[in-house]
């Protein structure tokens, strides 16, 4: 497909007898990093394969997965386009848009097409009907679904463990669509446990992922999401500004941060036994960033440092 930088395993602390490491996804690919580019991976290789010059996707307006997926097409010569949620951001405002919005300028700038729908349209994304009709409009493309995650992103998110991760007692990783933790949890060895951090309010992503693997080694942890998905407040975004200045990390508001957040929270806790080794998983998502900082400085809050 394109160049793999490999990922590291960064060491970070050791404290209550718990160390851990960071495994650094975030620098697989100065543009489809973390598991955009595991989710990705089998999905370009596969519309090559059935011969498909384009991919179409989904997403909202600083989606990580938009941007990923118009520079992986990009660099695998592919053609793509972009669903994007909210009609009043095109039309004759969408150079005012491509100025004021990081993430969509940059998947245009990589050659996707934006099409965007309104918010009632969008719910449509997974209905058949939605899908010809935009084969009407586009001709045929490769479907790939909102966040990547379909039986192709699993198979690549189970790259992410490999031989060298074999002796870590625990692996965390965030949770947003199942997929990533899902890879995980099936090439995980026997005696690791898995954590899934939700970014997302409610424990509904326990049934998702059970439905995804076939292993029990695993639980999703519900207590970090910080009010929901997109959610932050200053107790994070000051935990995220803490944790670039002491370990030269630059950690996402939407996943890892999260994450982040509630290992160290239950280490301070003593809810991990003396020696367990853990692995964090750095999921990427760093574009993301200058979305949420604007909308941080509306509220008056803290910008994250980056």
């Known amino acids: 497909m394109f160049n793999l930088t490999p990922s590291s395993n960064q060491f970070i602390i050791q404290k209550n007898g718990v160390e851990v490491f960071l495994k650094r996804e975030d620098l697989l690919h100065p543009l489809v990093s973390g598991n955009k580019f595991r989710k990705l991976k089998y999905n370009l290789q596969e519309a090559k394969k059935q011969g498909k010059d384009t991919i179409l996707t989904f997403g909202g307006a600083f989606s990580n997965h938009i941007v990923a997926t118009s520079a992986a097409a990009k660099l695998s010569q592919l053609k ?54 935009l084969k009407n409009k586009f001709g045929d ?65 326990k049934d998702e992922v059970a439905q995804l693997v076939k292993k029990k080694n695993w639980e999703i942890i519900i207590d970090y999401h910080f009010g929901g998905y ?34 160290f929270d ?26 949420v900082n604007k909308k941080l400085i509306k509220k008056n809050l803290p910008k994250i440092n980056t």
Do not use: W
């Open 80 to 133: 793509s386009i972009g669903v994007i949620r909210g009609e009043e951001l095109g039309g004759e405002n969408l150079e005012k848009t491509l100025l004021q919005n990081h993430t969509l300028r940059n998947a245009k700038e990589m050659g996707m097409q934006l099409f965007f729908v309104d918010r009632e349209t969008y719910r449509n994304k997974e209905k058949q009907s939605f899908i010809e009709a």
């Open 141 to 205: 493309f490769y479907l790939v679904p909102e966040g990547g995650t379909n039986d192709l992103a699993i198979k690549g998110c189970e790259e992410i463990l490999t031989e060298a991760d074999k002796n870590f007692d625990v692996v965390c990783c965030p949770v947003g669509t199942g997929g990533t933790v899902s890879g995980i949890i099936n090439s995980s060895y026997e005696q690791q446990h898995i954590l899934g951090f939700s970014a997302l309010k409610g424990d509904f992503l």
């Open 230 to 263: 997109a959610k932050v407040d200053r107790t994070l975004i000051d935990f995220i500004n803490d944790f670039k200045t002491h370990y030269n990390v630059l950690l996402d508001p939407i996943y890892t941060g999260k994450m982040i957040y509630g290992i």
């Open 266 to 291: 239950r280490i301070e806790k003593e809810e991990f036994t003396k020696n367990t080794r853990i692995l964090a998983v750095h999921t990427g998502g760093l574009q993301g960033i200058s979305g």
